[in-house]
Every structure is written in structure tokens, then in C-alpha cells.
């Protein structure tokens, strides 16, 4: 039996999820006087999802006539205020190449610590919201307020893409595509910010034209060649390739990814077979993610001292107190942003 207190509601649930959370509990029952039956349901919808939890509510009396009236509004502010008090172990780390100019660019590769996310496999600063990933919205919003703090950028300038693990590139300012994996831009204060877990995030940016993109790049999306596409709209605004500068974020290494002959066979299409290792035990094959969009990088231009390929690529796999990975810890697992924007 665990007490919590607290003269702040929402605090209270929060407390009270998390106590859950750290226990992989996922029942919940409530009981409190008629009056506050309401708030209490408010505040749960608010701070946890019905895709994790299992609610049941009792009200200690009979169940009143007139349902109170809730200011949900207000409530959902409470709580973003409530979110932004709560402490973390550790302060939000950020890994930042030293290859990126930082007069012209802010970026860096968040890892998953300093977030407020409390279900395993979200611990705790996953960045991507989506529903069945079962953490709530304001958490999400509360975990990308927190980067934004700690890389100086305004929260609401964090602008992801619609990830279909594909190679369309959206350029900021025109017309959305339905769905994309990389972005580029040449306005000032938009934070483009491309998710990772195992799948690689690559980072652009050229100090000259002042332009800048990212792209999503899994094993889809490098053999789909993102990396490519991402170059080819850059020099469309006007770079040229040997200026364009490029760091490859974290991701699952070769010795921790196979695919089966036929996806690999894929790689072999684009003249990427160095990036394949068979291991006949199994009959698949390694896959090297970081050595495939390396290779792209250099056929398409990019000068091999312009590419930042060790300063974060660590293994998502191999590092659980640094990084998300869906290869790891199945589903839901959380997402790590690597992220670039021009100076406003
Ligand atoms: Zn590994």
C-alpha cells in the first residue's frame, strides 16, 4: 500500500502513474465522494491513456443527479504547470557534433534521459506522439518543452514529418505531401526534427547557402536512398554538395540488425552489397545502417571530411541508458529526435 500526497490534484494522478508505471500495474481503481468522481475522470484522461490503463470509478455516495461542471480548459492547464515542476534524476542530455557551425545552426540528438515519461520502454524523454504509444499528449508536449529549453529553441518551432519510412523530402513553406521522412529549410527559427530508434537520424546543414534538412532513415529509408533525396532538394534551393555538411545520429550497428535475404537482396539493388554481411547460421544477413548511408553520402557529393560519423552513432541496442530501440524493447518503445534549425 503506497500513500501519496499532495494539495495539487493533478500531481496526485501523476504520483500515482508513475508509482504504477514502475511496477508494469496497469488497473486502476478510484473512489472518492460524488462531487469529484468528475474531476478525477478529467484528470486521468488528461495524465494517462485508456490504451495503457484499465479504469473503474466509484463514487462513495449515490451518484448525483446534476454532473458537476468541469473546466477542462483549466484542468489540462493545471497540469501542463504541474508537469513542468516535476523533477528528473538527470538533466536532459543532448549530444552535439562539433562538425555543425553554431553561429549559423542550433541541433543536437536528444538521448532518452531528462523526460518525464514513466512506462517501460518510453523512460523517459520520448518525443513522439502518437496513440499507441501510449503515452499522453501533455507529457510529450512537457518532454519536447524540456529540449527546447535546454537547445534554445521555442517549443512550438519543433516540427517533425510524417513518417512512412519512404524518401520524400518536404520543403518548409510549400505544400504538405502526405506522408515524409526528410525536411528542409531556409527560414529562420523552424526546428526540423527527424525521430530515431534504431532507425538512423542524418543531419544537414550548409553553412554557406544557409540551409538545412534531416531525414528518418531506417532500413526503408536508406535503401529508398532519403539521404539522396535530401541533397537533391538542397542544391535545388541552391547548395552546393561539397558544402553541404552531415552527421549521422544514433542507430541499431550491424552486429545487432538482420534482415532476410529478400529485403536484403534490396541493398544489393543499389550497389550497397560491402553493407551486408551473410551469417549462414540463420540464413540472413547483418545489415550496416551507418556504412550504407555513409556510402550514399560520398556518391552524392558530400566530401568525406564534411560527414560527422562517429560523434553519435552509438548502437541504440547496445546503449539501454542512453537510447529507444524498437529492436530491443518491442513495442511501445520510445523516440529519440535528432534535430537542426537556422538562428532567428
Ligand atoms: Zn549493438
Known amino acids: 500500500m503506497q500513500t501519496f500526497h499532495s494539495e495539487s490534484n493533478p500531481e496526485l494522478i501523476f504520483l500515482a502513474k508513475r508509482h504504477l508505471d514502475d511496477r508494469n500495474l496497469e488497473s486502476i481503481f478510484i473512489t472518492s465522494s460524488d462531487d469529484k468522481i468528475h ?21 462513495l455516495g449515490e451518484a448525483s443527479e446534476i454532473e458537476p461542471e468541469i473546466d477542462l480548459k483549466h484542468l489540462q492547464e493545471e497540469c501542463r504547470e504541474m508537469l513542468k515542476t516535476i523533477n528528473t534524476n538527470e538533466p536532459i542530455r543532448i549530444i552535439k557534433s562539433p562538425l555543425i557551425p553554431k553561429d549559423i545552426f542550433y541541433h543536437g540528438y536528444t538521448t532518452r534521459i531528462g523526460g518525464v515519461s514513466s512506462i517501460a520502454g518510453l523512460k523517459s524523454l520520448n518525443l513522439l506522439y502518437i496513440t499507441k504509444k501510449k503515452d499522453p499528449k501533455i507529457v510529450i508536449e ?3 518543452r524540456r529540449v527546447a529549453e535546454a537547445g534554445n529553441f521555442k517549443p512550438e518551432s519543433f516540427t517533425t514529418p510524417l513518417v512512412d519510412h519512404g524518401n520524400i523530402v518536404w520543403q518548409t513553406g510549400t505544400p504538405k505531401p502526405e506522408v515524409y521522412d526528410g525536411m528542409v529549410t531556409v527560414e529562420q527559427g523552424i526546428t526540423l526534427a527527424a ?29 529508398s536512398e532519403i539521404a539522396k533525396e535530401v541533397i537533391k532538394k538542397m542544391t535545388e534551393l541552391g547548395s552546393n554538395t561539397q558544402d553541404i555538411l552531415v552527421t549521422l ?7 545487432c540488425f538482420v534482415l532476410g535475404t529478400k529485403d536484403a537482396q534490396k541493398f544489393k539493388d543499389i550497389s550497397l552489397s560491402e553493407c551486408l554481411k551473410y551469417n549462414e547460421k540463420d540464413d540472413n544477413y ?13 556518391r552524392n557529393g558530400i566530401l568525406p571530411e564534411n560527414i560527422d ?10 546503449n539501454p541508458d542512453l537510447f529507444f530501440s524498437c529492436v ?11 534535430y537542426i534549425g537556422l538562428h532567428a
Open 328 to 338: 530491443r524493447d518491442k513495442t511501445p518503445f520510445g523516440n529519440q529526435f535528432g
Open 309 to 318: 560519423s562517429t560523434t553519435a552513432t552509438y548502437c541504440t541496442v547496445c
Open 195 to 223: 525521430p530515431g530508434a534504431d532507425c538512423l537520424d542524418l543531419i544537414f546543414a550548409d553553412p554557406i547557402k544557409k540551409c538545412c534538412g534531416v531525414a528518418h532513415s531506417g532500413w526503408k529509408g536508406t535503401v
Open 286 to 298: 547483418h545489415v550496416d545502417l551507418f556504412k550504407a548511408n555513409l556510402k550514399i553520402l560520398e
Open 249 to 255: 545520429g544514433p542507430g541499431v550497428e550491424g552486429s
Open 39 to 59: 474531476m478525477w475522470k478529467a484528470l486521468t484522461n488528461i495524465l494517462m491513456t485508456a490504451r495503457q490503463y484499465e479504469f473503474s470509478f466509484k463514487t
Open 142 to 144: 512537457e518532454n519536447v
